[in-house]
């Protein structure tokens, strides 16, 4: 089954919700990777507040273009928004400029509030873009993408055998947590669960060594002598030089529009 980024580190069981085709899966896997870099770089450096805003927007019809499962999105935003709300929450407090507001002798300055609000813009403009335009993309697919970018051969194979096996482990992690159950293994608050939390972890890092020395030889035995071999059918297309365009073009407004300047 193929594994995509979309469905992963969420529960491995959402790798069997379908995967819906859209017009971002028309788009050669490069264009893709090379739009989501050049859009991440031009919102994070941007020095005020209308850059991340448009960038938002940009986001969110990428995400309606590549047809996102709505509730699981949701639900990965919500996770990352909520580390952005402490960032609301203190930066207001902890960054000198003009009082704002006061809240029991603390003064919260505009800068920081200003701060805050840019880094939550630019944070959800970068996850939305990514989840669309890389998260979309087969594991397998984006590892062949980014060695046809010429990316160092040791990153694309530690990507690939990390996404491919963490399948892997999830289910040595399951089978471990069955057999705790079958003992009448109950979580409490008390020494004793620390103690079988820690030898799970424990027995777990245990298992999957000995799992990856036995793929190790088994892939050697195949013939693995740390070559990655490109056997991918991509063709950049008119269409993958005009997404190219609109990345330039967005660059260009980026610069234009004074949003790197102080």
Known sequence: MPQFLEHSMTAWKGQRIEHKPSLVDSFDPRARILMAVIFALLVVFSKNLLLPFIGLIIAFVFACLASLHLKRT????????????????????TVTGDELF????LSASKEGFMLAIAIALKANAVVLTMLALVGTMEASTLGHALGRLKVPEKLVHLLLFTVRYLDVISREYRRMRKAMRARAFVPKTNVHTLRSIGYLVGMLLVRSLER??????AMKCRGYCGKLYLFDTMAWQQRDTGLIILAVLFAIFSIASGAYTV
């Not at 639900?75 to 929450?89: E, G, P, S, T, Y």
């Not at 006061?102 to 002798?105: D, E, L, M, R, Y």
């Not at 990856?212 to 030889?217: A, F, H, P, T, V």
């Open 102 to 105: 006061n809240v029991f002798g």
């Open 74 to 93: 949701f639900r990965r935003v919500i996770a990352m928004d909520l580390f952005v709300a402490m960032m609301i929450i203190m930066l207001p407090f």
């Open 212 to 217: 990856s020395e036995r793929i190790y030889d």
